[in-house]
């Protein structure tokens, strides 16, 4: 099968790349780097041209209040062109609880963006992804200060990179779901506690203090950016992966 990945030289849309390249499909990765802009549309035709699927792994590069102007132009613009290309799929990178933290500008961006999929000319399919293991430690920065990192306990459930990479490759040569699946690591953690084992892991002498009102997570209570009955749970434990 022939894929086109959108947003193909980033972190996560790199090694859906990888997976599919490993697993005998042909995956061409498609940037603003490679000569496609989802906000002019410039470069889609050629990208799409004899795809089976489109995989959106883009994001926002403006900042969170006006995500949702860079989405909705961006993501009508490549459901538009591939309806013209005669895209049979098209795969939606997400986020796990976009629909339950209203406070979040750029989550209520994300969910804008799933209704344009939802509603769109094409199949699709929406991989909804929890936080993953590669941005713990921007995390963290957000909320440092000096010596100390600041975070709230709210409870995440972090997801190896190339786990989510995994579950994305394996929903694209599928048929679509007309619908979302839900991808997760194992482990269940508060995310002052995953900043101490970060930073005992890196050998990194700043302290965490719990503070429930710090940085953007602060806005998530209760389970709302956890699995659900049902997601899929990913193998890679974060002890694991820091360790390796």
Known sequence: MKFAVI???GRIGSKVVETLTAAGHK???HARSTGVDLLTGEGLAPALAGVDAVIDATQSPTAADASA???RAATGNLLTAAKEADVRHAVLLSIVGVDRVPDLGYYRAKVL????FRTGPVPYSIVRATQFF????EIMSWTTEGDTVRLPTTLLQPIAAADAARAVADIAVGAPLHGVCDVAGPDVLPLDELGRITLAARGDGRTVITDDTAGPFAAASGNALTATDGSHIAPTRYHGWLAG
């Open 113 to 116: 963006q799933e209704e344009l």
């Open 134 to 137: 590669e941005y713990i430690e």
């Open 27 to 29: 995956a061409v990765p």
């Open 69 to 71: 102007d860079f989405f």
């Open 7 to 9: 947003g193909g030289t």
